[in-house]
């Protein structure tokens, strides 16, 4: 009969547990609002570069952990959701977190201040254990919801025209991308940007480096092999040198661009990417893409957007041929990253659409 106790009563913790967890998912989405794609599982994400980026900006000295409560006598009922914990803690607290629904209470403790606690408890004696969570989505996701409150003017939106990007503080206003770069002339924290590329999105791999330190001009190996097969309709067309002035070079670099996007097909992409793995699928250390776009109907744009993927070794190349290329083509994704000089972009995580 105990026994029978014992799971009608983890039943009821279950079925508990889901509930909390169900609305919290549900308070969560809504207040990430447009951000709400972050409460899903990245196809590719920079873990190290998101850590140090949230260590650069919240110099934490602790986190808080999850708990559980673990009873000697009968078993314990007591139901704690996610944004509800008590930690007790000699060091001090990094007042950052809170911001995002921790109160200080009492000398070297902290505690959530979001949604309460839900059961009985039928224990004799209970032990909290708390066990460090170590995520870095988790970390993306606090780090934009910092930007999001408090530095408005510091995260920008752009859609696959990428003729430009606004401001969460102005998104009414858009603003082309030499603009959205003079934020990084004045003091403050490395601006954020969300790149939301529509289907028919054109990724063109550019150079990349292999974990045995193996250099691949991705570019160039894809253009001479569609040489190859119609080099009368798809000759090489050549980067612009030196030695021009501003406005001849800026004419020609729109030139070269536009074929480049002319010349796109995605079927050869993914081989180009692939055949540079090698015959044993080696793995990328990093790897640069160039998100293309139509320069004949984009007169503001001179060069398509730059993007720096750091993968480590960590993921294999059909990430980046077949997830990341093939989907963005017929799908679209979402990219996350920093900002940087020349229309330039250190992606921090990829999802899906």
């Keep these: 009969?105990?026994?029978?106790?014992?799971?009608?009563?983890?039943?009821?913790?279950?079925?508990?547990?889901?509930?909390?967890?169900?609305?919290?998912?549900?308070?969560?989405?809504?207040?990430?609002?447009?951000?709400?794609?972050?409460?899903?599982?990245?196809?590719?994400?920079?873990?190290?570069?998101?850590?140090?980026?949230?260590?650069?900006?919240?110099?934490?000295?602790?986190?808080?952990?999850?708990?559980?409560?673990s009873g000697t006598g009968e078993f314990a009922t007591k139901v704690v959701s996610a944004a509800k914990a008590a930690v007790e803690v000699q060091a001090k607290v990094p007042p950052a977190l809170a911001l995002f629904g921790f109160?200080?209470?009492?000398?070297?403790?902290?505690?959530?201040?979001?949604?309460?606690?839900?059961?009985?408890?039928?224990?004799?004696?209970d032990t909290n254990t708390y066990v460090t969570v170590k995520s870095s989505e988790r970390h993306l996701e606090k780090l934009i919801s910092l930007y999001a409150n408090k530095y408005q003017d510091r995260i920008f939106w752009v859609n696959s025209t990428l003729v430009g990007g606004s401001s969460l503080k102005e998104p009414k206003t858009t603003r082309t991308w030499q603009e959205?770069?003079?934020?990084?002339?004045?003091?403050?924290?490395?601006?954020?940007?969300?790149?939301?590329?529509?289907?028919?999105?054109?990724?063109?791999?550019?150079?990349?480096?292999?974990?045995?330190?193996?250099?691949?001009?991705?570019?160039?190996?894809?253009?001479a092999e569609r040489a190859k097969k119609n080099e009368a309709e798809y000759p090489i067309p050549k980067y612009p040198g030196g030695g021009l002035s501003p406005e001849k070079e800026a004419t020609e670099r729109r030139d070269y661009w536009q074929k480049i996007f002319d010349r796109f097909e995605s079927h050869e992409v993914l081989r180009a990417i692939e055949e540079a793995s090698g015959t044993v699928s080696e793995r990328f250390e990093w790897i640069d893409f160039r998100a293309l776009v139509d320069?004949?109907?984009?007169?503001?744009?001179?060069?398509?957007?730059?993007?720096?993927?750091?993968?480590?070794?960590?993921?294999?190349?059909?990430?980046?041929?077949?997830?990341?290329?093939?989907?963005?083509?017929?799908?679209?994704?979402?990219?996350?990253?920093?900002?940087?000089?020349?229309?330039?972009?250190?992606?921090?995580?990829?999802?899906?659409?």
């Design 180 to 223: 959205l770069e003079e934020v990084l002339e004045k003091p403050g924290a490395r601006p954020l940007i969300v790149i939301d590329f529509e289907e028919g999105t054109k990724l063109m791999p550019m150079y990349g480096e292999l974990k045995s330190g193996k250099n691949c001009e991705l570019i160039k190996d894809y253009l």
């Design 103 to 125: 109160e200080f209470g009492g000398k070297g403790s902290l505690e959530g201040s979001s949604s309460g606690e839900e059961g009985t408890r039928r224990a004799k004696t």
């Design 295 to 353: 320069i004949s109907k984009n007169s503001e744009i001179t060069q398509p957007p730059h993007l720096h993927f750091v993968a480590r070794g960590m993921y294999p190349a059909g990430t980046f041929a077949y997830q990341l290329v093939r989907r963005a083509k017929r799908y679209g994704v979402r990219v996350v990253g920093t900002l940087k000089k020349g229309q330039d972009i250190n992606v921090l995580a990829v999802y899906e659409r």
């Design 1 to 69: 009969m105990k026994i029978f106790d014992y799971f009608k009563g983890r039943k009821q913790i279950m079925n508990t547990e889901h509930a909390v967890v169900a609305s919290a998912l549900d308070q969560r989405i809504d207040s990430l609002e447009r951000f709400w794609f972050l409460a899903d599982a990245p196809m590719f994400v920079d873990g190290e570069q998101i850590e140090r980026l949230y260590d650069a900006i919240f110099r934490p000295e602790v986190e808080l952990a999850s708990r559980s409560d």
